[in-house]
């Protein structure tokens, strides 16, 4: 078995699948969670997939007290994936202070204890939000960090900050800032995925629900941009792909690969796709076929960003993999378990 690492907000989307992706490269799970914005079942999802059922602790990382306790409960833990954090764009404009204090509060107090529990690596859930729209695309690490959009967006780039302030000022940690570009689709075995509460936000959950009926019908907001379709561009990127970069964060910083003890890196597959495009291959992969409108834009959107994820690839050894009907078809089949097991 190699090291413990204790996963934040581990029962969520992203850190679901990085959970399972570190107990299949033999590490020691233990999750966090606070359970918010997910349900403990998928714990039993992730056993499905690995045999193995992670640790679990049912607690909020605002409670200093509680987060310690933790830390005496599972000693050893070597390694943190901080996933906790509030993450809706919409809400954080209507509740500043609850995604400032959720989501630094819980950074200080994680930050505080790591040294005093010899935790030596902390692998940070951050956004290419931070590039705002860049200057140039794709985008690369060395692109300029500007004003966030949002009070969730400036989250991330505050904890960035903080990290790095703080292992400047001598703390005994590494750290990797993994900035995430769209993360979607779900483990092909449909035990897991992403399980939006209400009205989903973000595309393809809403792409997936309107497939399945559940949703009368898709706005795409904006065929107006200077794109080639008219609609605006992202990188979307497996959420398999992405979780295996966690478990590469973590050797990097365990087996001491790197000179620098806080590193930023893209994680994206290199290519833009348009919102048209992304409904387009969705149908094709599927055989589905998508009720969808033009409306207008919606504000706060970048009209494109891509990833420059060369770092990733070359330093960390990482790779995005999988190809993106493979990807849509993922999400789908997690729709249809979802409906066969009369969750949504
Ligand atoms: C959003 C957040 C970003 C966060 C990311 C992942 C904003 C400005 N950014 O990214 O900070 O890290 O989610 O949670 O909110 N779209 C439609 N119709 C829909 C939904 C979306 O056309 O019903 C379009 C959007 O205009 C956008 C694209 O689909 O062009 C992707 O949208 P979304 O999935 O919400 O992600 P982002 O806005 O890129």
């Not at 679990?56 to 306790?69: H, I, P, T, V, Y």
């Not at 404009?93 to 030596?120: A, I, Q, S």
């Not at 590494?174 to 570009?181: G, H, N, P």
């Amino acid at each position: 078995m190699k090291a413990k690492i204790l996963v934040t907000g581990g029962v969520g989307y992203i850190g679901s699948h990085t959970a399972v992706e570190l107990q299949k490269a033999g590490y020691e799970v233990v999750i966090l969670d606070n359970l918010s914005n997910s349900n403990a079942e998928v714990l039993d999802g992730i056993k499905n997939i690995t045999g193995i059922r992670p640790a679990f602790e049912k607690m909020d990382m605002q409670d200093k007290n509680a987060l310690r306790q933790l830390f005496e409960k599972h000693p050893g833990i070597k390694g943190v994936i901080n996933f906790a954090a509030s993450k809706a764009v919409g809400e954080s404009v209507k509740k500043p202070l609850l995604y400032y204090r959720n989501n630094l509060v819980t950074m200080l107090n994680l930050l505080d204890l790591m040294p005093e529990y010899g935790v030596t690596a902390l692998v940070f859930s951050s956004s290419c939000t931070v590039y705002g729209q860049p200057d140039r695309l794709p985008v690369d690490e060395t692109a300029p960090i500007k004003l966030a959009l949002s009070p969730y967006g400036n989250t991330k780039r505050i904890c960035e900050e903080i990290i790095a302030d703080t292992i400047y000022a001598g703390a005994p940690f590494k750290s990797v800032l993994l900035r995430y570009f769209n993360p979607i689709g779900a483990h092909p075995t449909a035990e897991i995925g992403e399980l939006p509460l209400g009205v989903p936000q973000n595309l393809l959950p809403y792409i997936t629900q309107t497939a399945i009926g559940i949703r009368p019908q898709l706005s795409v907001f904006g065929d107006d941009y200077e794109t080639p379709d008219g609609s605006c561009i992202r990188d979307y990127i497996n959420v398999v792909d992405l979780a295996k970069a966690h478990v590469k964060a973590i050797e990097y910083i365990l087996e001491n690969k790197g000179e620098k003890a806080v590193e930023a890196f893209n994680l994206g597959t290199g290519r833009g796709v348009s919102v048209l495009e992304l409904i387009h291959t969705f149908e094709e992969a599927t055989k589905v076929k998508l009720n969808y409108k033009i409306v207008n834009r919606r504000e706060g959107d970048i009209p494109q960003i891509w990833a420059n994820p060369e770092k990733a690839n070359k330093i960390l050894g990482w790779k995005a993999e999988v190809p993106l009907p493979d990807t849509l078809l993922s999400a789908w089949k997690w729709q249809l378990h979802l409906r066969e097991k009369g969750i949504m």
